[in-house]
């Protein structure tokens, strides 16, 4: 049949579906409180740890209880056409953390979901979420442009965890999922967990048979997202409060990387010293000679370097930069000549199978151990 | 020699003359000025009057005015006459005496709003104002998109980039919509066929949403000289619209020269190549150092010809580099270089596709040479106002292949001088276009009952449709967009059939290369499995065609020959709207028939000699199409005066003429539209000639063609009678191969007959 046909079998589609006219007052709502004993020392979260995290300020009366943690569940990816049809929030209460969660039955309950929504912010400082400032606000933030309805309620101090888990989890877990951290960090396993790519489907679903069983694990999906938000954000603060408790020196360093980044090397340079003693030493130690290079303190850099050419540490590296502090920083040339010369050494014998970074190495090492030699003839 | 010099010495010389089928003059025109319209933001005139600018030409002064008196207005303008003054005066206007009122270019291309936005930066830094004008297009880098979108008081961008960057996402662009006052379009003649079909959709989505945010944008259009500019715009905007064509900018006098290269072989109705005729010409001209713009309809043919005449030029003194050739596939940068060069007058030739066509701004040369007709009077007209300064004598000739259009064109000068252009025509209620957009639009916001999509008809059949496919969900008097898809992906607006396919060049292993695309229904025909397919001069055998990937494997390759598919086409009937009876028992008639093409089989054809070396087979799934279609079904009193096979060759030589023809009377490019015969045809059950819509859906060009029959039988018949061959040649009714010796008085009988 071709199109036109099939118009035409199509006679008037608004009169065919006469469904009774359903009068819509609200969305369907769902409150769970889950047990504080659940939430070991969530309520500990200090505002300045969160702004060591994010590197960014936060309100000087932070208070944990004033965390609005969110999550949606949404019709697909943004653009116009895109609803959230599932809103849950979470917070702490008097008897423990309560997950509120706003669901529209159809598209006109829509409205009241972000009524819902609207309230709840009022109420809250901060919002805590997952990837939740490139996808979730701007999209909820739509949705009340579309509503004819004033967005600026979403205008708060944003914790995004996604960003902050990245830098601290990326170079052990490669992928940064909630999903895989709730895994491999806060040990939590799902059973019958439905993945994400099929929500979308479920709700249409749904919505072409009324089953609202099928939005049984939507919904509960949802509110472990919220839950582990929570939990996901205190570890990481204690983390960063207590780098000597962490199981992994990988993390301890990628915080460091991540510390440094946001300007503050004393806390980076402790994460430094204690990833040393793991795998990642040779890199550590570098790290910390220059984060104590830029902090201006030269001699603490030169003992790192100089300890680590005892010990054979990080190849030619440490002779290099010694060559470079002794040129710039004591103007010693003999002696920067002579750790180029030993760098060389190190470098020498080339192979085949040299990539091209370490030839380019050679070669600027090289021409270093050339400029050198000239400058000692100047003298 | 000057050019009034260079025209008084050929006029003088015979062995030119011989070939010069018509030399008219053009007379010059002069100036007409009016003041700058009252109510323009009094900061601008005196930055005007600073660039030398006293006053406006009638037709700025005109479109100005009625753009101030919250009109539409459509603008017709030939080449050089000032037309960016036209929308940039009042938009200017517009934002200094509000500073949150925006503007929205659309262009066709992206070199056009780069070419336009450089002259509205010039205007707007002479005024030390603050005036943020963006390009927002592919090419822009993400992070500058937040600025275009918060910021921008003009954002210049083009339809492609509209209907899938912006009106999905057009909660992104709240300041934007919320005070829209102009919306300029340039160029509104390109967007006919399948284009302007599209783009008028994606106006009805972006009007829609002006009123969702409570703006009432107006429309400044641009056109160059068509037939029906006003219906055009019309159609478009779905608006009235005013028209504004008392053009006032100056001409110089101007000759035009229809030159037709000597007949070699009078039977066979051959002809000296236009190639060479072309390059003699543009030669001259070069040598007696006028500035030249030389038209060539392929790429190819550019390259050959700048070659030719950098070979001229070459000497020691580098001489060469004052020709150069300018296509697409040149870098912008090089493209933008050209361009200065032509203005500063740093070249001496440019040898050009019709991408020099549209309104880049390159300046007034004195000559111009087409080499070939360009397939419709208005590009003719377009290329030809490369020529022509404001002041001063400018010359053009337009030089004939042996194409029977050219021939045409050529042996009927009047037709192109007196003609008005082309009409430019587009359906927006195509149902497969507006479907989609239709789709797009429900995406964006959500219908509620009642609700019209512009002037569509019938729009709660669609959504009725619409909901039936779960596509929308009508519940509470809306419907709302139930899918994961985002529609906007699935349209390609310059092509009717949504997915193209990707042309990837595997020579080097390492580096496979994309080097161009083709919409799904000339797939078959060009890149089937060992095809040869050319492309920038270049050899290329298709090595693999992944019909269900959309993507064709293509290698280099060095053979002396090409391919030429065969292209089984068989029609059925949908429908008949209407049909009227013609004399003796015929009948036309006009309705919707699905067309499905088969490729079976391909010939291998030697370059030079045309002879064919061999045959190929081709396997691949038949193509359907629905579209629009008009027919004549022959008497069968006339037919049987004829044997059978004279009958077929009479029919054959009528879709040879119906060929030339239709395009030019249907103002529409050849491959638009599609002839054929059938003389048993399945729709009629008789001998019968069918001419559709090229694109699913159509666009309108059946209705034409129907509603002007016996004009179309009567053109052919026209030149099948003055061509001065004896049993027809290539330029009218078809060479003797094809059809026969008894072709060509067949078909005269025939449309004798069917015009009586």
Not at chain 1, 337 to 351: D, H
Not at chain 2, 288 to 313: C, H, P, W
Request: charged share 25%.
């Amino acid at each position: 049949m071709n199109l036109r046909d099939k118009l035409r079998a199509v006679d008037g589609g608004s009169k065919r579906h006469q469904q009774p006219q359903r009068q819509y007052t609200s969305c369907w709502q769902r409150r769970e409180t889950r047990p504080m004993e659940d939430f070991p020392r969530v309520l500990e979260v200090r505002g300045e740890t969160v702004m060591l995290m994010q590197g960014e300020e936060m309100p000087e009366d932070f208070d944990p209880r004033r965390i609005l943690y969110l999550d949606t569940e949404t019709t697909g990816f943004a653009g116009a056409g895109t609803v959230a049809f599932l809103v849950g929030v979470g917070s702490f209460a008097e008897d423990g953390f309560t997950v509120r969660q706003y669901l529209m039955r159809d598209y006109p309950e829509e409205r009241f979901l972000l009524r819902a929504l609207e309230e709840e912010l009022a109420q809250f400082d901060v919002i805590c979420s997952f990837n939740g400032r490139s996808f979730d606000v701007p999209l909820l933030r739509d949705r009340f442009l579309m509503n004819r309805m004033n967005p600026d309620c979403l205008d708060k101090p944003h914790i995004d965890l996604l960003h902050m888990a990245r830098r601290v989890w990326k170079l052990r877990l490669k992928q940064c999922s909630l999903g895989r951290l709730e895994e491999a960090v806060l040990g939590i396993a799902r059973e019958g967990d439905i993945p994400g790519a099929q929500v979308p489907q479920r709700f249409f679903d749904y919505l072409k048979t009324g089953q609202f069983d099928l939005l049984r694990d939507v919904i509960d999906h949802n509110a472990q997202d919220i839950a582990s938000l929570c939990v996901l954000l205190s570890r990481m603060a204690r983390m960063y409060e207590h780098p000597e408790e962490a199981l992994h020196t990988e993390d301890v360093y990628a915080m460091g990387v991540a510390l440094d980044r946001m300007r503050h090397p004393e806390e980076a340079r402790r994460c430094y010293r204690l990833a040393m003693g793991g795998s990642l030493r040779t890199q550590s130690q570098l790290r910390l000679a220059v984060s104590y290079r830029r902090g201006g303190d030269r001699r603490q850099a030169k003992e790192i370097w100089q300890a680590m050419a005892m010990r054979r540490e990080g190849g030619a590296t440490p002779y290099i930069e010694l060559a470079k502090h002794y040129e710039h920083v004591e103007k010693d040339i003999p002696a920067a000549l002579e750790m180029t010369r030993r760098a060389m050494m190190l470098l020498s014998e080339p192979t085949l199978f040299d990539s091209t970074a370490v030839q380019e190495e050679r070669n600027a090492v090289q021409y270093r151990y050339d400029r050198l030699k000239s400058r000692l003839k100047e003298q | 020699m000057n050019v009034d010099q260079l025209a008084d010495s050929l006029r003088r010389d015979p062995m030119f003359m011989e070939n010069v089928v018509r030399w008219e003059e053009l007379p010059a025109r002069p100036a007409q000025y009016a003041p700058f319209p009252e109510g323009l933001d009094p900061r601008l005139v005196p930055v005007l009057q600073r660039r030398g600018v006293h006053q406006l030409y009638s037709h700025q002064a005109h479109a100005v005015r009625e753009v101030l008196a919250g009109r539409d207005v459509v603008v017709v303008t030939p080449t050089a006459s000032g037309k960016t003054m036209c929308y940039n005066l009042p938009v200017l206007s517009a934002i200094l005496n509000n500073e949150d009122a925006r503007a929205l270019y659309l262009f066709p291309t992206k070199a056009l709003s780069a070419d336009q936005v450089s002259e509205l930066y010039e205007l707007i830094e002479e005024m030390g104002v603050d005036i943020k004008t963006y390009t927002y297009d592919g090419d822009t880098p993400g992070a500058a998109r937040r600025a275009v979108r918060q910021a921008g008081h003009i954002v210049v961008t083009n339809p492609d980039m509209l209907h899938s960057g912006i009106l999905p996402h057009h909660t992104k662009w709240v300041k934007l919509f919320e005070n829209l006052k102009y919306i300029v379009i340039d160029e509104i003649h390109t967007y006919r066929g399948v284009f302007g079909s599209n783009l008028a959709n994606v106006l009805r989505r972006l009007m829609r949403l002006c009123a969702f945010y409570g703006s009432h944008p107006q429309f400044i259009l641009c056109s160059a000289t068509i037939a029906n500019p006003k219906e055009l715009a019309e159609t478009l905007t779905g608006r009235d619209v005013t028209l504004i064509d008392d053009n006032g900018a100056p001409m110089g006098r101007r000759h035009f020269v229809f030159y037709n290269p000597p007949v070699i072989n009078r039977q066979l109705g051959i002809r000296k190549g236009v190639i060479p005729e072309t390059r003699q010409i543009a030669g001259m001209l070069l040598k007696n150092g006028i500035q030249t713009i030389t038209f060539a309809r392929s790429r190819l043919t550019v390259e050959v010809l700048t070659k030719y005449l950098k070979d001229l030029m070459r000497d020691p003194l580098g001489n060469a580099g004052r020709v150069r050739g300018y296509r697409g596939g040149y870098l912008p940068t090089q493209r933008r270089e050209i361009e200065r060069g032509l203005r500063a007058g740093q070249i001496d030739a440019v040898v050009s596709t019709n991408a020099l066509e549209l309104g880049i701004d390159i300046g007034a040369l004195d000559a111009c040479v087409l080499c070939g007709y360009p397939g419709t009077i208005a590009s003719a007209w377009q290329q030809a106002g490369r020529a022509g300064r404001r002041k001063g004598t400018s010359i053009v000739f337009f030089v004939a292949s042996s194409a029977a259009i050219d021939q045409y064109i050529v042996s009927h000068p009047d037709y192109f001088l007196r003609q008005s252009p082309e009409n430019a025509l587009l359906n927006p209620d195509n149902l497969y276009i507006l479907l989609s957009h239709f789709k797009c639009a429900a995406y964006e916001l959500p219908f509620e009952d009642g609700d019209g999509f512009g002037n569509a008809p019938a729009p709660e059949e669609l959504l009725g449709f619409l909901e039936e496919e779960n596509i929308l969900r009508h519940v509470d008097g809306r419907y709302h967009w139930m899918a994961e898809d985002f529609p906007a992906s699935e349209i390609s607006l310059r092509s009717a059939a949504s997915e193209n396919f990707v042309i990837i060049d595997i020579t080097d292993p390492a580096h496979h290369r994309v080097i161009g695309e083709m919409d799904r229904y000339t797939v078959p025909m060009l890149l089937h499995e060992n095809a040869i397919y050319m492309h920038e001069g270049q050899q290329y055998q298709v090595e693999k065609l992944d019909f269900d990937a959309c993507k064709a494997f293509i290698r280099q390759v060095d053979t002396g020959y090409y391919t030429d598919a065969n292209l089984n086409v068989s029609l059925s009937l949908l429908d008949v709207e209407k049909s009227e009876d013609t004399p003796e028992g015929g009948s036309c008639a006009l309705g919707e028939v699905k067309v499905t093409t088969l490729v079976t089989m391909f010939k291998k054809i030697r370059f030079d000699t045309h002879e064919t070396l061999g045959f190929g087979h081709v396997r691949l799934p038949e193509t359907d199409m629905h579209t629009t279609a008009m027919w004549w079904t022959l008497p069968d009193s006339l037919c049987a005066r004829f044997e059978s096979d004279t009958l077929k060759n009479g029919m054959l030589a009528i879709t040879n003429l119906l060929r030339i023809v239709a395009p030019l009377y249907l103002m529409c490019a050849p491959q638009d539209v599609a002839v054929l015969y059938q003389v048993k045809s399945p729709i009629t059950d008789r001998p019968t000639v069918i001419l559709y819509d090229n694109c699913p859906g159509g666009v309108g060009l059946a209705h034409k063609a129907y509603g002007m029959q016996k004009l179309l039988l009567e053109k052919a018949l026209q030149i099948v009678t003055d061509c001065a061959c004896t049993q027809g040649c290539p330029s009218c009714a078809g060479p003797v191969g094809e059809i026969g010796t008894d072709g060509k008085q067949t078909a005269m009988t025939l449309l004798k007959e069917l015009i009586r």
